[in-house]
Nanobody, 126 residues
Framework: QVRLVESGGGSVQAGGSLKLSCAASGYTSTHCMAWFRQAPGKEREGVATFDSDGSTDYIDSVKGRFTISKDNVKNMLYLQMNSLKPEDTAMYYC?????????????????????WGRGTQVTVSS
């Protein structure tokens, strides 16, 4: 079991930047780690993933704007978000799990992740 706590959300104007952090308590070195988001009335979607080998994956709408990274010493996951748009407004969640047969991609099924944080709100105004 891994405990995850997100921070860094807030309200910014379009074009601004935010950096989300996710503090993990527990072993995550062999885990897939991910950022998801859920806007009101919409399904939760994977935004970015960070695999145990350092490979990353992003949904098309954030490519070139968001960067996922991990500090293995601090056991922290980050999401640097630049050039934010109003459509990025959502609750952002950190998630992790150790996959045996599932690839660590944003297309991975949500129910493959069994460890979730409570989320941090990001609001982007136009």
């Amino acid at each position: 079991q891994v405990r995850l706590v997100e921070s860094g959300g807030g309200s910014v104007q379009a074009g601004g930047s935010l950096k989300l952090s996710c503090a993990a308590s527990g072993y995550t070195s062999t885990h897939c780690m991910a950022w998801f988001r859920q806007a009101p009335g919409k399904e939760r979607e994977g935004v970015a993933t960070f695999d145990s080998d350092g490979s990353t994956d992003y949904i098309d709408s954030v490519k070139g704007r968001f960067t996922i990274s991990k500090d293995n010493v601090k056991n922290m996951l980050y999401l640097q978000m630049n050039s934010l748009k109003p459509e990025d407004t959502a609750m952002y969640y950190c998630a992790t799990d150790r996959f045996l047969f599932t690839r660590c991609l944003v297309s991975a099924p949500i129910n493959a992740f069994h460890n979730w944080g409570r989320g941090t709100q990001v609001t982007v105004s136009s």
